[in-house]
């Protein structure tokens, strides 16, 4: 299963749903570093560097720093859904097909219903 670095703004029922499918979550609340507005560039290197992806609500900073460079461990790029269940089940789902994450954007969208 995925090793993973959610940023601040991410719902932590998706998180607790994640961990209970088997992935490795740990939040920025966990590392003591929520509220300190760690610039988004500083939030993928210290994911990098516990070989983390980053896991986050804010796709067009952290597509921007993927077109920038590709030397990181993952970012997964999702869109709100308040139906938490069912976006944990995405993001499980695309994690499994994509397996490793290094270097790699992976978009999780919510479908319109």
């Known amino acids: 299963m995925a090793a993973i670095y959610s940023n601040e703004n991410f719902p932590l029922p998706v998180v607790l749903s994640l961990r209970q499918m088997g992935h490795d979550v740990l939040t920025i609340q966990e590392t003591g570093r929520?509220?300190?507005?760690?610039?988004?560039?500083?939030?993928?290197?210290?994911?990098t560097d516990l070989d983390r992806a980053v896991l986050t609500l804010n796709r067009r900073d952290f597509v921007r720093l993927h077109l920038a460079s590709t030397n990181?461990?993952?970012?997964?790029?999702?869109t709100f859904d308040p139906d938490f269940p069912t976006q944990a089940q995405r993001?499980?789902?695309?994690?499994t097909r994509e397996g490793d994450l290094r270097g790699k954007l992976v978009r999780v969208n919510r479908f319109a219903p």
């Not at 300190?36 to 290197?45: M, Q, R, S, W």
């Not at 990181?72 to 999702?78: D, F, L, N, Q, R």
């Not at 993001?91 to 994690?95: F, G, N, R, T, V």
Request: proline residues 4%; aromatic residues 4%.
């Open 72 to 78: 990181h461990a993952g970012i997964v790029v999702c």
């Open 91 to 95: 993001i499980h789902e695309a994690l």
């Open 34 to 47: 929520a509220g300190d507005a760690v610039p988004d560039a500083d939030v993928l290197a210290y994911a």
